[in-house]
């Protein structure tokens, strides 16, 4: 069992930053994927990156890729998401999760959810 707990999120102006934190306790092994999703209002959720909890390989969306970065501090525990030069479109609620072996793009892949944080970016 794996349990996640985002924070970080809030108002940013377009352009701006923003680094998103994601803590797991329980058991996690160098195997798992640990990714960060979105979705916006009256969307479906949507794949932000991922990354191997060992460190390592990242994969990115195309929408994001270039501006966001994914890293890991497993001595922490934790998951962050560096968020440049933020658009509008970048506006939902993030969330971060984890699945065990194997990479995967499919939120209905992944096993272990946090509860989600609100990032909203103003023009």
């Known amino acids: 069992q794996v349990q996640l707990a985002e924070s970080g999120g809030g108002l940013a102006q377009a352009g701006g930053s923003l680094r998103l934190s994601c803590v797991a306790s329980?058991?996690?092994?160098?195997?798992?994927?640990m990714a960060w999703f979105r979705q916006a209002p009256g969307k479906g959720r949507e794949f932000v990156g991922c990354?191997?909890?060992?460190?390592?390989?990242?994969f990115y969306a195309d929408s994001v890729k270039g501006r966001f970065t994914i890293s890991s501090d497993n001595a922490k525990n934790t998951l962050y998401l560096q968020m440049n030069s933020l658009k509008p479109d970048d506006t939902a609620v993030y969330y971060c999760?984890?699945?065990?072996?194997?990479?995967?793009?499919?939120?209905?892949?992944?096993?272990?959810w946090g509860q989600g944080t609100q990032v909203t970016v103003s023009s």
């Open positions: 999760a984890a699945k065990r072996t194997g990479y995967s793009r499919d939120y209905v892949a992944y096993d272990y």
């Open positions: 329980g058991r996690t092994f160098s195997n798992t994927y």
């Open positions: 990354i191997i909890w060992s460190g390592g390989s990242t």
